[in-house]
């Protein structure tokens, strides 16, 4: 089992930058890719980006160039730098781990970005 915690999220002002992390713990030597998911209100939720070390990173279009995914050094820790938010960067943000073949779900935090 893998257990994710996720922090970070807050109100900001558009153009403004937020780091996101994502403590993972458990049986965490055996997730095979992490990554952030966003839900907006109303919508279905959405992957931002993905990380693995067979793959390297991945990003939707919507964030790319503005939003960095990164691991730390243990790698039982996923990060997400946010810089120029935008309003529809709002949503409740979602850490997931693949590991055992399932996948893993934080409870989420909340980003706000007013205008």
């Known amino acids: 089992q893998v257990q994710l915690v996720e922090s970070g999220g807050d109100l900001v002002q558009a153009g403004g930058s937020l780091r996101l992390s994502c403590a993972a713990s458990?049986?965490?030597?055996?997730?095979?890719?992490m990554g952030w998911y966003r839900q907006a209100p109303g919508a279905q939720r959405e992957l931002v980006a993905t990380?693995?070390?067979?793959?390297?990173?991945n990003y939707a279009d919507s964030v790319k160039g503005r939003f960095t995914i990164s691991r730390g050094n243990t790698k039982n820790t996923l990060y997400l730098q946010m810089s120029s938010l935008k309003p529809e960067d709002t949503a409740v943000y979602y850490c997931?781990?693949?590991?055992?073949?399932?996948?893993?779900w934080g409870l989420g935090t909340l980003v706000t970005v007013s205008s």
């Open positions: 997931n781990a693949v590991a055992f073949e399932k996948d893993y």
């Open positions: 458990g049986i965490t030597f055996r997730i095979k890719a």
């Open positions: 990380i693995s070390d067979s793959s390297g990173a």
